[in-house]
Protein backbone atom coordinates (compact mmCIF):
# COMPACT_ATOMS: atom_id res chain seq x y z
CA UNK A 1 0.00 0.00 0.00
CA UNK A 2 1.63 3.38 -0.96
CA UNK A 3 2.11 5.95 1.96
CA UNK A 4 4.18 8.71 2.71
CA UNK A 5 7.26 7.70 5.67
CA UNK A 6 7.54 10.29 8.32
CA UNK A 7 10.51 10.85 9.94
CA UNK A 8 12.73 13.14 12.10
CA UNK A 9 10.58 12.65 15.42
CA UNK A 10 12.34 11.87 18.87
CA UNK A 11 12.67 13.26 22.65
CA UNK A 12 13.62 16.84 23.45
CA UNK A 13 12.79 19.25 26.20
CA UNK A 14 10.33 22.16 26.06
CA UNK A 15 11.69 25.34 23.89
CA UNK A 16 13.90 22.85 21.54
CA UNK A 17 12.83 22.33 17.92
CA UNK A 18 12.41 19.32 15.93
CA UNK A 19 12.46 18.80 11.90
CA UNK A 20 10.05 16.27 10.70
CA UNK A 21 9.82 14.93 7.06
CA UNK A 22 7.83 13.23 5.03
CA UNK A 23 8.55 11.43 1.85
CA UNK A 24 6.54 9.75 -1.01
CA UNK A 25 7.99 6.91 -2.80
CA UNK A 26 5.40 6.08 -4.92
CA UNK A 27 2.94 8.45 -5.97
CA UNK A 28 3.60 12.33 -6.70
CA UNK A 29 2.53 14.77 -4.50
CA UNK A 30 3.26 17.98 -7.16
CA UNK A 31 0.20 19.87 -7.32
CA UNK A 32 -1.48 18.06 -4.06
CA UNK A 33 -1.77 19.58 -0.98
CA UNK A 34 -0.34 17.95 1.97
CA UNK A 35 -1.14 18.21 5.36
CA UNK A 36 0.58 17.40 8.48
CA UNK A 37 -1.25 16.00 11.64
CA UNK A 38 -1.05 14.52 14.71
CA UNK A 39 -2.33 12.26 17.47
CA UNK A 40 -2.39 12.50 21.23
CA UNK A 41 -2.92 9.25 23.01
CA UNK A 42 -6.94 8.17 23.14
CA UNK A 43 -8.30 11.32 21.12
CA UNK A 44 -8.85 11.73 17.19
CA UNK A 45 -6.36 12.50 14.17
CA UNK A 46 -6.40 16.90 14.12
CA UNK A 47 -5.07 19.06 11.93
CA UNK A 48 -1.39 20.75 12.25
CA UNK A 49 -0.85 22.56 9.16
CA UNK A 50 -1.44 22.54 5.37
CA UNK A 51 0.97 23.17 2.55
CA UNK A 52 -0.44 23.69 -1.00
CA UNK A 53 0.51 21.90 -4.31
CA UNK A 54 3.02 23.90 -5.39
CA UNK A 55 3.65 25.83 -1.68
CA UNK A 56 2.22 29.20 -2.47
CA UNK A 57 0.02 28.88 0.56
CA UNK A 58 -0.21 27.46 4.04
CA UNK A 59 -2.15 27.08 7.04
CA UNK A 60 -1.70 26.80 11.05
CA UNK A 61 -3.69 24.80 13.62
CA UNK A 62 -3.69 28.14 16.64
CA UNK A 63 -1.96 26.36 18.76
CA UNK A 64 1.20 26.40 16.51
CA UNK A 65 0.91 29.37 14.40
CA UNK A 66 4.01 31.29 14.64
CA UNK A 67 6.21 27.98 15.70
CA UNK A 68 5.45 25.59 13.37
CA UNK A 69 6.41 26.12 9.60
CA UNK A 70 5.77 23.85 6.78
CA UNK A 71 7.46 23.39 3.53
CA UNK A 72 8.14 21.19 0.75
CA UNK A 73 10.33 20.19 -2.19
CA UNK A 74 8.13 18.71 -5.12
CA UNK A 75 11.36 17.57 -6.66
CA UNK A 76 12.12 15.78 -3.85
CA UNK A 77 8.63 14.51 -3.31
CA UNK A 78 9.09 15.96 0.65
CA UNK A 79 7.37 17.98 2.96
CA UNK A 80 8.88 19.43 6.04
CA UNK A 81 7.72 20.42 9.51
CA UNK A 82 10.01 22.59 10.76
CA UNK A 83 8.79 22.43 14.99
CA UNK A 84 10.28 25.28 17.39
CA UNK A 85 9.66 26.21 20.94
CA UNK A 86 8.69 23.04 21.40
CA UNK A 87 5.73 22.39 24.44
CA UNK A 88 5.12 19.29 26.45
CA UNK A 89 1.70 19.84 24.81
CA UNK A 90 3.19 18.70 21.44
CA UNK A 91 3.59 15.61 22.76
CA UNK A 92 2.12 13.61 19.84
CA UNK A 93 2.51 10.94 16.62
CA UNK A 94 2.31 13.04 13.85
CA UNK A 95 1.44 11.74 10.05
CA UNK A 96 1.42 13.36 6.71
CA UNK A 97 -0.99 12.63 3.95
CA UNK A 98 -2.13 14.22 1.04
CA UNK A 99 -5.65 15.52 -0.43
CA UNK A 100 -6.65 12.87 -2.76
CA UNK A 101 -10.11 13.03 -2.52
CA UNK A 102 -11.36 16.74 -3.16
CA UNK A 103 -11.74 18.30 -6.31
CA UNK A 104 -9.65 21.15 -4.16
CA UNK A 105 -6.79 19.05 -4.02
CA UNK A 106 -4.52 21.80 -4.89
CA UNK A 107 -5.52 24.06 -2.26
CA UNK A 108 -5.85 23.51 2.13
CA UNK A 109 -9.02 25.26 2.32
CA UNK A 110 -11.81 23.65 4.26
CA UNK A 111 -9.91 20.47 3.40
CA UNK A 112 -11.40 17.17 5.94
CA UNK A 113 -9.66 14.62 7.04
CA UNK A 114 -11.54 11.92 4.97
CA UNK A 115 -10.28 14.18 1.67
CA UNK A 116 -6.65 12.92 2.40
CA UNK A 117 -4.75 9.76 1.84
CA UNK A 118 -1.71 8.21 1.39
CA UNK A 119 -1.26 8.28 5.44
CA UNK A 120 2.05 7.53 7.62
CA UNK A 121 2.80 5.62 10.00
CA UNK A 122 3.67 8.82 11.67
CA UNK A 123 6.55 9.58 13.84
CA UNK A 124 6.79 9.84 17.68
CA UNK A 125 7.68 13.67 19.23
CA UNK A 126 7.71 13.61 22.85
CA UNK A 127 8.67 16.95 24.68
CA UNK A 128 9.52 16.65 28.52
CA UNK A 129 11.67 18.04 30.99
Known amino acids: QARFVESGGGSVQPGESLSLSCVASEFPIKDYAVGWFRQFPGKEREGVSCISGRGISSNYSESVKGRFFVSRDNDKNTVYLEMNSLKPEDTAIYFC??????????????????????WGRGTQVTVSI
Open 97 to 118: AERVASVLYRMCDHGTLDEFGY
